[in-house]
């Protein structure tokens, strides 16, 4: 991969990561309660937080539930 897409693809990492704190924090959750919610651990949430790793379809569909968002609000990443 060259420089540029490795630039793009960390920013796009990392946006999507503010964009789930932001959306857990103006919902006043904390991390445990969108775990529960989701139905998985609360370090597989806060390693998608902090860009460890990366949820998988089906948990983006939940999340898009969990924060009653559309995917356009939840991909809208660089804004």
Same mark, same amino acid.
């Given at each position: 991969?060259?420089?540029?897409?490795?630039?793009? &693809?960390? =920013?796009? #990492?990392?946006? @999507?990561?503010?964009? /789930? #704190?932001?959306?857990?924090? *103006?919902?006043? /959750?904390?991390? #445990?309660?969108? $775990?529960?919610? /989701? +139905?998985? $651990? &609360?370090?597989?949430?806060?390693?998608?937080?902090? +860009?460890? =790793? *990366?949820? +998988?379809?089906? %948990?983006? &569909?939940?999340?898009? =539930? &969990? @924060? *009653?968002? %559309? $995917?356009?609000?939840?991909?809208?990443? /660089? %804004?």
């Amino acid at each position: 991969m060259d420089n540029q897409k490795e630039n793009r &693809v960390e =920013t796009i #990492k990392k946006s @999507f990561c503010l964009k /789930l #704190k932001e959306l857990r924090q *103006e919902r006043q /959750l904390s991390q #445990k309660i969108v $775990a529960q919610k /989701l +139905g998985i $651990a &609360v370090s597989t949430y806060a390693n998608w937080e902090q +860009g460890r =790793t *990366e949820p +998988g379809i089906y %948990d983006i &569909v939940n999340l898009l =539930t &969990v @924060f *009653e968002i %559309d $995917a356009n609000e939840l991909f809208s990443l /660089l %804004d």
